[in-house]
């Protein structure tokens, strides 16, 4: 009945990583447009999919964890660098300037 020899899993294992990277860290990306975040959902599970297709299982699973390496270099140096929280994204608006978002979050209100 379980079987993980078809592309469900491979789309299986991606939306479950970005659905716990939205819950996690989420704050993170809260004002960023809602099209980037869908997009960037897209082209990576078009990426693991089609590599998976074309070379196999292991080959999409190895570039798919490559990805992750700027994300731990963002949260784990970068940004500590620059005195923000690389987990809480503290203080805020240390974290706005350094996204160059605009800083008054009620101005749309």
Do not use: Q
């Amino acid at each position: 009945m379980w079987e993980t020899n078809s592309l469900w899993f491979e789309i299986a294992i991606v939306s479950i990583t970005f659905t716990l990277g939205h819950i996690l860290l989420g704050h993170f990306e809260e004002r960023s447009p809602r099209t980037r975040k869908l997009i960037k959902y897209l082209v990576t599970l078009m990426v693991v999919v089609g590599l998976s297709l074309c070379f196999g299982r292991t080959v999409a699973f190895s570039v798919y964890f490559i990805f992750f390496i700027p994300v731990l270099y963002i949260h784990g140096v970068l940004l500590p660098k620059n005195g923000i929280n690389g987990w809480t994204g503290e203080t805020k608006s240390k974290y706005y300037e350094f996204r160059k978002w605009d800083k008054d979050i009620f101005k749309d209100v």
